[in-house]
Structures are given as C-alpha cells and as structure tokens.
C-alpha cells in the first residue's frame, strides 16, 4: 500500500461525519470519485464516506433522525449533516458463501456464475479496497490526518496518467457486476481516459452480459447520464466499444443518420449551456431532446424540422417518450415533464404568436423555450430571432456557474 500525505479540500460536512466516526473508535474515509476528482483539480458532486461502522452502528453515532439505513442488495446509510446528504457505505469483502450455496441449488442458475446478487458481507479497509471495480475509484483519504491510503498502489498513477484500470482480474469484475463495463466507459467519455488493455478486451469479452444487470440500475445509469454535461460523449463512446446496442438499442439502430447527428448536436447545444450555468441540468429536457428525431422520423420530417400538431400527436409523443430510450423505464414524472415540453415545442419553433400569452403561461414554457433556443442555435446557428419572439421567463432564472468548466471540446 501506497501512503500520500496531501491536503485536499474537502467539504465541511464530509470531514465532521469521518470526524465523528473515528472519535467513536471507527475506521472512516473519504471514498471514491471525489478523491479522483480532487486530485484531477475538478470540483467534486458529492463525497461518499466508507467505514468500518455497520450501518446500525452509524446509525448509532449520528441518531435515527440524522441517519437512514437504506437499500437490500447493499445497504447503507444516508446521513444528514447541517442539511446535506451523504451516503456511508460499511467496507464489504467477497460474498459469503451462503451466496455461492444458493447457486449449488441452481435457484441463480440462469446468472453468470460470479455475478453479485448481494453485498452485505462486511470486512476490512483493504478488503473492501479490492471488491471495488477500478484503482482511479478505490482511494481512500483520511482529511483528518490529509492522508491518501492506494492499496492497489495505481490509483494515483492511473489518475495522473488517464488509465482505466480493473482492480484484479477484469473479466472477473465485470461478471461480478456487469455495469462496470458501462462505468469503464463513463470515465472514458468523461474524462477522455484510456481503457488499459487487459481491461479492455476483458470488456469486448463481456459485453453481452450487460443485460444481465439489474433494469433498475441501468435506469439509474442512464438518468445519471442524462443529467451530465457529457451525454453526447457518453453516446459516441459507448458506441465506439459496441455497448450502444445493449444499453439503447433504439438509438445505436440509427446511428450515423443524420436525425441520430442532430441530436447530438443539440445535447452537445444543451450541455455547453449547463456547464456554464445557464441552464438547469434538467434530465427531462435531455429525454425530450433525444425523442424529438425520433418524432421528425415518424411524421417523415428531416432532421430539425419538427412535426406539425394533430389530434393524434400527443399520443404519439408518449410513445415515442418512452420507445426512444427502452429497455429503461424512466421516472413517470420525468417522462410526462419530456411529452409536456414536446407538445407545445413546435408552436414555439413556428412562431404560434397568437397562441403567445398562452403558451408563455404553460408550466412547461421555460423548458420548451430551451430547447427552442438550442434549436434555433444548432439549425439556425443563431437563436436572436427565436429569443426576440419568447422571452425568457424570469421564475425560470437560474443562478450559478459550474467553474470547472472541463466539458467541452468541440464536436466534430
């Protein structure tokens, strides 16, 4: 094990609940991502928090109305600290055996045989350290004592060097959870890393079981992605290494068409403007935005032009919705917030200005008007005409930049 002694800056809340657990004789950290991020100079989303407390235990030390325990296939504990949430996970070893018994009696026959089903085997910091999927996730930082503990002693250097690495055997991680094909190639679209090449044809191998995974996790995937700055990219790497076709198959069929081109345009439009803090990361109109070539497709529309309305349009939409981004059964609040949007989206884009006080009033106007304007820039290359028409309407202002500002390198 490798052993650094940096200074890292840490949120607040984060240092007093790793605080607090080791003032009452547990082993904690900081975990993760947000190690990687630091050390990257990015500004982490959230710090995850590992120890060796149970979650009764941690529980215990911050009181039932400040922690949560929650989750079955792995459960953890979600603690409130001066209101902010942050998830604290126990250090977990290999599954036990009762696992492997269940397998002996054929009842997880129809799995892949290492697939992890469940994850409540709890052990140590090092143990826990190598049941995690790649070295740039698997550092752990103590801020008390501003120490970085790499038990794979790569962690660091594949951070500083951009490599995707899986911890051990990666044919094995990766039938042990097969999403972290797709979290492989997250960290490649993200953060234009390079697959190592083990890892890599461990991925091709593999590909396929991607399937095997739970649909809820995949769901929660995708919506992580849409909610990024790096949609496009995300699509066009997984795309590159073949994972498209499992994880949508919808988009991968029309891939390379000049619908499927204008859609990442427009993602590519939408994410500039949210990671300079213009718009909200709204998973919503990034679901509308995929749908809309699918619509112009339907009413045999080119890319850009949109449909007109009819009575069976609103229909229509829905399905689209919802076909677009299948197998994945998206949130319904966010599926109906995308069809709400794509309902009135082309009266805006035609210029309805007799329906303009109406239109201005729908709840789902400030969304509508986003993509509009995204339009507008990507079909028109300026939105001027388009904003002189619908103004920005002020209870959708949002205030804030993203400082990073890490996003973007101009699509080719």
């Known amino acids: 094990m490798k052993k650094t002694q940096l200074n890292l800056s840490v949120s607040r809340n984060a240092y007093e609940i790793v605080s607090q657990l080791q003032d009452n004789g547990y082993e904690a950290y900081i975990v993760g991502g947000a190690i990687r991020d630091l050390l990257l100079g990015r500004t982490p989303k959230d710090f995850d928090i590992s120890t060796s407390a149970t979650p009764e235990e941690v529980r215990g030390v911050f009181g039932r109305r400040h922690a949560r325990i929650i989750g079955k296939r792995f459960r953890l504990v ?118 190592e090449s083990e890892t890599e044809n461990a991925l091709f191998q593999q590909m396929h079981l991607i399937q095997c995974a739970a649909p809820s996790r995949l769901s929660l995937e995708l919506e992580k992605i849409l909610q990024s700055i790096y949609s496009d990219r995300h699509f066009e790497v997984f795309h590159d290494y073949g994972l498209l076709k499992y994880f949508l198959p919808e988009i991968d069929a029309h891939w390379g068409s000049g619908h499927i081109e204008y859609m990442l345009d427009m993602l590519y439009e939408r994410n500039c403007r949210v990671d300079e803090g213009e718009y909200r990361s709204s998973i919503s109109i990034a679901l509308a935005i ?123």
């Open 290 to 412: 995929i749908a809309i070539p699918f619509l112009e497709r339907a009413y045999g529309r080119e890319p850009g032009q949109l449909w007109d309305k009819d009575q069976d349009t609103n229909d229509l939409i829905s399905e689209v919705v919802s076909g677009a981004t299948a197998p994945h059964n998206m949130m319904v609040r966010m599926r109906m917030s995308a069809e709400k949007i794509l309902q009135i989206l082309p009266e805006l884009v035609f210029g309805a200005v007799s329906k303009r006080h109406q239109l201005m009033q729908n709840r789902s106007y400030p969304h509508a008007r986003e993509i509009g304007v995204i339009h507008s820039c990507v079909t028109r290359k300026s939105s001027s005409e388009f904003e002189a028409v619908w103004p920005f309407r002020s209870e959708a202002a949002f205030s804030g930049r993203n400082r990073n500002s890490s996003h973007k390198k101009k699509r080719q």
């Open 78 to 195: 979600h603690v409130y600290m001066n209101g902010e949430l942050f998830e604290v996970s126990t250090f977990r070893q290999a599954p036990d055996a009762e696992e492997q018994e269940n397998r002996k009696q054929g009842k997880l026959a129809d799995l892949p045989e290492h697939l992890i089903v469940s994850d409540n085997s709890f052990g140590s910091a090092e143990e826990d350290v190598w049941r995690r999927d790649f070295t740039v996730n698997a550092l752990f930082y103590n801020p008390v004592n501003c120490e970085i503990l790499d038990y794979t002693e790569y962690g660091v250097d594949d951070i500083n060097n951009g490599i995707v690495r899986a911890i051990g055997n990666p044919t094995l991680r990766f039938e042990e959870d097969p999403v972290r094909m797709l979290r492989a190639l997250k960290l490649v679209a993200q953060y234009d890393f390079t697959v």
